[in-house]
């Protein structure tokens, strides 16, 4: 079974600042897939990347997945309150549509 | 506005009681998962079905659980009996197949006592 390693796993900073959490896994990725978790709420899907090497950006975040597709990191610019929350990465089984999930980076911006 | 919707939100019980949790996923997904998010085990994926007819019931324990979709608005997860290890937030998604979106219910959160 992949295991899929988040880092760090507690990250409390201040607003404003930047940050990057990351996702390894201990072979390759099929297809990732990142997830932001708020409290009593449901994972919500951010983004999905595919191919070795893609960057892909939304709004201040930007997503890269490791050009062997073994890694992928989430960075995040001018952090605001509205990202707190808890991240998880999860690969993406194309064929069966089967997530496994990472160990997850629990995020809190300080206002 | 479409979301899935789970009943009950929380649910507190004794060891040995039957619990049930229900789910309606999103109009017109034909795919619907069951997972079960701890601190210590992190969210995983217990059973998913497509179409109503159980794909994958892997990583749930065959003893006491069981998962079903009586029609197309409704999927169920019950656990007879419930021990305290069972304690966890259970989430329903469901999706399109083939789409590689997962739609997540806001959980039911329960705790054997």
């Known amino acids: 079974t992949q295991l899929l390693e988040q880092s760090p796993q507690f990250l409390s900073i201040q607003e404003g600042e930047n940050l990057t959490v990351y996702c390894n896994s201990s072979?390759?990725?099929?297809?990732l897939q990142w997830y932001r978790q708020e409290p009593g709420e449901g994972p919500v899907l951010l983004v999905t990347v595919v191919t070795g090497g893609e960057v892909k950006k939304l709004k201040r975040l930007t997503f890269q997945f490791g050009d062997a597709r073994k890694d992928s990191s989430l960075h995040i610019t001018a952090a605001q309150p509205g990202d707190t929350g808890l991240y998880l990465c999860a690969e993406l089984f194309f064929g069966n549509e089967k997530l496994t999930f990472g160990t997850g980076t629990r995020l809190t911006i300080i206002p | 506005d479409a979301r899935v919707t789970q009943t009950p939100r929380h649910k507190v019980t004794e060891m040995g009681q039957e619990v049930t949790m229900r789910c309606q996923p999103i109009l017109g997904h034909n795919t619907v998962f069951w997972y079960r998010q701890t601190m210590m085990q992190g969210l995983e994926l217990l059973a998913y079905f497509r179409n109503r007819a159980p794909l994958d019931d892997s990583g749930m324990p065959k003893d006491r659980f069981s998962a079903e979709m009586p029609d197309a608005t409704l999927a169920t997860l019950k656990i007879q009996p419930s021990e305290p290890r069972d304690s966890a937030v259970y989430f329903c998604?469901?999706?399109?197949?083939?789409?590689?979106?997962?739609?997540f219910g806001p959980g039911t959160r329960l705790t054997v006592l």
């Open positions: 072979s390759v990725f099929s297809s």
């Open positions: 998604a469901s999706g399109l197949a083939r789409l590689n979106e997962q739609f």
